[in-house]
């Protein structure tokens, strides 16, 4: 019965390698096409990101966010969920961060007004979430439909509301006052003694987020809840059959995907720009639905694969101002190659894989 | 004797990975002969057929049709060969006329209305060859599925097969269908077809075939002439030891009711009335039985008493507790907390969740239990300990709690679901086919836990499509047509009187 099996660190661990290679060897080709060395293209793009401090930084910042979002789409995966409204969540989510901010930063330090801008951020995020999941939970309306609308609502509410009410008086900036040192979260390189990561604006968040990994991981395979969310998930009529509520899981998970995802407004507004502004999310709500399937749903695959892709977005701008010829949207090209290989056709070398290990493990079975 | 043979297999053999699904097959099949292949669930025999029928290619081997070296390299392959195939699921579009299913395929050019008019006329020549009688007009989901069968079969012999391959095809059939069904493949083997004939179920074997062959294991470890063995000497060979093929049992001493069920009535998804007005007791120490074919209402019923399926009226009462069916919310999780628990019908689809470990599914329904954790937190030394002590009572195989259920076989899956329900020492059990798919060994098994929980005075409900089942467990026998109980039996009743009653040929109010 162990047919079309595969061990599971080759599932983990050996399945995204490959892909992600498959994704490096196809830009390689887009690099040689256009005439400049593929070889020199990865090792600039690896140093950029990781060859020195201030490059590590960047990364580290930008992993911070996949991380949130691709925990947010993890979440809702293991409820058999698609939450692609992550970059909408995480927009309404900086205006919880904002607000408390602005509240607090002028009377109380940062550690004070910190539980509160999480606490926000995920309260908002999660608020955003909240109707996709009642219009799915009790009407069936697909939640891939409702998030991604939900993601054009939250962008126009936001340009409302930065242009019309939050914005500083007298300036034409659709963006709010920048916080004083109570809305600042310290820098990853102030708490870490030795460290250095020059101006880049690695904070705080970063271990924030990896809280947030170990609570995914205890929600989801120590809890009660966890077990109903993966019922359900698995198999929704045995999940009724159990006495989980499709109504309760579907709006229960939603929310705790919207909250993670607004969350990732913490690392962007009171850790690096200290200000709201509009479109600050930037697509990290999307890449987290690539990072979410390229860690597996598990938090410490979405660990690695923010990192990966922190590093394409940190070596890949240094790649972009070292080698002229690729422009930005060369960049772009490869990150989306990568999304491609580890997303869209994450399955594409398995069979192969599979027979491969069939291969190997026959000799084995047979001498048993 | 120098007859002729349709088929032979000489040395198939067939891996999927690590498990060898045929072993070194030698098989003859004689012109003009029903062939039977009996043997447990996962014994090769459907791996075999397919092979022949060229959904699988052998890893060794050779096949002759007629005596000749061939290769079947697809199911059009074979078709062209002469060989034909009746699927255990009924590969039919059921708002197609029985003409146009049959054409299906087979149109014979891109001009429909000539093909049409060829086959109309082929269709009542086989009709009257072989007493197959449909009417060529009819909608075909509109039939009974005795009648859809016939429209598979005469898909087949359009198609101009010479050797036909029945895979299970009583399972959905009722005891005069199935007979029914038999007289069609003896007229087809008198008029010189070849009938292959796939079945778990010995009484058919018995009652059809000229010659058997027994798989165990992926090999054939016996071909014998019907004629010369029997029921018994079969069900050893399948199986490789003695079977007790009856329950051992003494008579039911019922207590008090434990099971009530008043006035239930249940609509399914499209507003059709699917359970009308029913209404039983089962007693503590008892098993009833529900008898039926398939599609009257028993999956119905039993999903509402266990509150899955909302019921739009109807009251149950389980060990004294009264609970309104119709009122608005049922949850199971209630039901099931008064002491009601419940084996599904279909393990894979609601009794398990198959990508979980085995351990997950030890728990399944019982999760909010403060016996597996405390607080929010699940306690998985506790889950784990539990269903190691599952495994060992239930002899479940492989031994392994973290083995991933899917890789389990049917019966060791039936006996995870089994273990879960009955341990939690409920007054009541509800049991939906509790064999379905379950090999004779693990059967014996099943039906002794049944009879043992019976024994300890609890109270058990059992639907099951298979009619032996239900006699021989069952202290009382309920049989259901159409939504409705019409009768009550005792369980020594004659097969042909509850096949009858099945069939909805007699109506009468219970009780």
């Known amino acids: 019965m162990m047919a079309g099996q595969m061990p599971r660190w080759a599932d983990y661990i050996l399945m995204p390698a490959i892909n992600v290679a498959a994704a490096f060897f196809v830009s390689g080709l887009v690099v040689l096409a256009i005439g400049e060395n593929p070889f020199d293209a990865v090792r600039i793009l690896v140093w950029g990101a990781f060859g020195w401090n201030e490059g590590i930084g960047f990364t580290l910042f930008y992993a911070t966010n996949f991380i949130?979002?691709?925990?947010?789409?993890?979440?809702?995966?293991?409820?058999?969920?698609?939450?692609?409204?992550?970059?909408?969540?995480a927009y309404v989510g900086g205006l919880g961060v904002a607000l408390a901010c602005l509240a607090l930063d002028r009377f109380v330090p940062w550690w004070v007004t910190m539980p509160l801008a999480v606490a926000g951020a995920a309260a908002f995020g999660a608020a955003w979430a909240y109707i996709p999941a009642v219009l799915q939970a009790k009407r069936g309306s697909h939640v891939v439909i409702t998030t991604i609308m939900f993601n054009f609502i939250a962008a126009s509410l936001m340009v409302y509301l930065l242009v019309n009410v939050m914005a500083k008086e007298g300036s034409m900036q659709p963006e709010t006052r920048t916080f004083e040192d109570g809305g600042r979260l310290p820098l990853l390189d102030t708490i870490l003694p030795g460290v250095d990561f020059g101006s880049a604006p690695a904070n705080l968040s970063f271990v924030i987020a990896l809280l947030a990994c170990l609570f995914t991981w205890v929600l989801i395979w120590r809890t009660r809840l966890g077990y109903e969310i993966r019922t359900f998930g698995a198999n929704q009529t045995a999940a009724v059959y159990a006495?989980?509520?499709?109504?309760?899981?579907?709006?229960?998970?939603?929310?705790?995907?919207?909250?993670?995802?607004?969350?990732?407004?913490?690392?962007?507004?009171?850790?690096?720009?200290?200000?709201?502004?509009?479109?600050?999310?930037?697509?990290?709500?999307?890449?987290?639905?690539?990072?979410?399937?390229?860690?597996?749903?598990?938090?410490?695959?979405?660990?690695?694969?923010?990192?990966?892709?922190?590093?394409?977005?940190?070596?890949?701008?240094?790649?972009?101002?070292?080698?002229?010829?690729?422009?930005?949207?060369?960049?772009?090209?490869?990150?989306?190659?990568?999304?491609?290989?580890?997303?869209?056709?994450?399955?594409?070398?398995?069979?192969?894989?599979?027979?491969?290990?069939?291969?190997?493990?026959?000799?084995?079975?047979?001498?048993? | 004797m120098s007859e002729r043979l349709a088929i032979e297999l000489e040395g198939i053999d067939k891996r999927f990975g690590a498990v060898h699904a045929n072993k070194d097959i030698h098989l003859k099949v004689a012109k003009g002969s029903i062939h039977g292949i009996v043997g447990e669930n996962g014994a090769g025999k459907s791996t075999l057929m397919s092979i022949l029928y060229g959904f699988y290619h052998a890893d060794g081997g050779e096949i002759r049709v007629d005596g000749k070296t061939v290769t079947i390299a697809s199911s059009q392959a074979a078709i062209a060969l002469g060989i034909g195939m009746v699927h255990q699921h009924f590969m039919l579009v059921e708002n197609f006329t029985v003409l146009e299913n049959v054409i299906l395929g087979a149109e014979g050019g891109a001009r429909l209305g000539a093909g049409i008019g060829r086959a109309r006329a082929e269709l009542k020549r086989l009709a009257a060859d072989y007493d197959l009688k449909v009417d060529p007009d009819a909608v075909t989901g509109d039939l009974p599925v005795g009648l859809q069968q016939r429209v598979e079969i005469l898909k087949a012999l359009f198609r101009g097969a010479d050797v036909l391959i029945l895979d299970e095809p009583t399972g959905v059939l009722t005891p005069p269908e199935a007979d029914h069904l038999f007289r069609i493949l003896r007229v087809l083997r008198d008029e010189g077809k070849t009938v292959l004939l796939i079945?778990?179920?010995?009484?058919?074997?018995?009652?059809?075939?000229?010659?058997?062959?027994?798989?165990?294991?992926?090999?054939?470890?016996?071909?014998?002439?019907?004629?010369?063995?029997?029921?018994?000497?079969?069900?050893?060979?399948?199986?490789?030891?003695?079977?007790?093929?009856?329950?051992?049992?003494?008579?039911?001493?019922?207590?008090?009711?434990l099971l009530t069920v008043e006035g239930l009535n249940v609509r399914d998804g499209r507003g059709?009335?699917?359970?009308?007005?029913?209404?039983?007791?089962?007693?503590?120490?008892?098993?009833?039985?529900?008898a039926g074919v398939s599609g009257n209402g028993q999956s119905e019923l039993l999903e509402a008493i266990a509150g899955i399926r909302p019921a739009r009226s109807g009251i149950v009462t389980i060990d004294g507790t009264r609970v309104d069916l119709a009122a608005a919310r049922r949850d199971p999780a209630e039901i099931r907390s008064y002491g009601l628990a419940h084996v599904p019908e279909d393990r894979h689809r609601m009794g398990l969740v198959t990508r979980f470990h085995e351990y997950e599914n030890a728990i399944l329904g019982y999760h909010r239990d403060p016996a597996y954790g405390r607080g929010a937190f699940l306690d998985l030394d506790a889950i784990r300990d539990t269903a190691r002590a599952e495994i060992e009572k239930y002899d479940i195989r492989p031994p392994d709690c973290f083995l991933k259920t899917a890789n389990f076989s049917g019966g060791n899956q039936q006996k995870i679901v089994l273990a879960r329900e009955i341990e939690r020492d409920p007054a009541v059990l509800l049991v939906g086919q509790p064999t379905r798919g379950v090999d004779i060994g693990a059967i014996e098994f099943i039906h002794k836990r049944l009879v043992a929980l019976r024994d300890a005075g609890k109270a058990v409900l059992l639907v099951s499509v298979e009619l032996d089942e239900v006699r021989a467990l069952a202290d009382r026998v309920l049989v259901m047509f159409d939504g409705r109980v019409v009768g009550e039996r005792a369980p020594e009743t004659a097969e042909s009187e509850l096949g009858l009653l099945m069939a909805g040929a007699v109506q009468e109010a219970a009780e």
Do not use: C, W
């Not at chain 2, 059709?272 to 529900?290: N, P, Y």
């Open chain 2, 272 to 290: 059709v009335e699917v359970v009308k007005d029913v209404s039983f007791q089962v007693r503590a120490g008892e098993i009833v039985g529900i």
């Open chain 1, 243 to 368: 006495g989980i509520s499709p109504v309760r899981i579907t709006i229960v998970t939603m929310l705790i995907s919207g909250g993670l995802a607004g969350m990732m407004a913490v690392n962007e507004i009171m850790g690096s720009q200290h200000r709201l502004l509009i479109e600050f999310v930037s697509g990290y709500g999307f890449v987290g639905i690539a990072v979410a399937l390229m860690g597996r749903s598990h938090p410490l695959g979405i660990v690695f694969a923010a990192i990966l892709f922190g590093m394409l977005y940190q070596g890949g701008a240094e790649l972009a101002f070292e080698m002229p010829a690729i422009t930005r949207d060369m960049i772009v090209v490869i990150q989306a190659l990568v999304i491609l290989f580890a997303g869209a056709l994450e399955h594409m070398f398995r069979p192969t894989l599979i027979k491969l290990f069939g291969i190997l493990s026959a000799p084995a079975s047979r001498a048993a």
């Open chain 1, 68 to 89: 949130f979002t691709g925990l947010a789409v993890a979440v809702a995966f293991h409820a058999s969920l698609f939450n692609i409204g992550g970059e909408g969540q």
């Open chain 2, 199 to 257: 079945t778990h179920k010995l009484r058919e074997i018995m009652a059809v075939t000229d010659e058997v062959s027994v798989m165990r294991r992926g090999e054939i470890v016996a071909t014998r002439e019907t004629s010369k063995t029997s029921m018994g000497e079969l069900a050893e060979l399948m199986v490789g030891r003695r079977v007790l093929l009856e329950v051992e049992k003494t008579p039911a001493q019922p207590g008090a009711p």
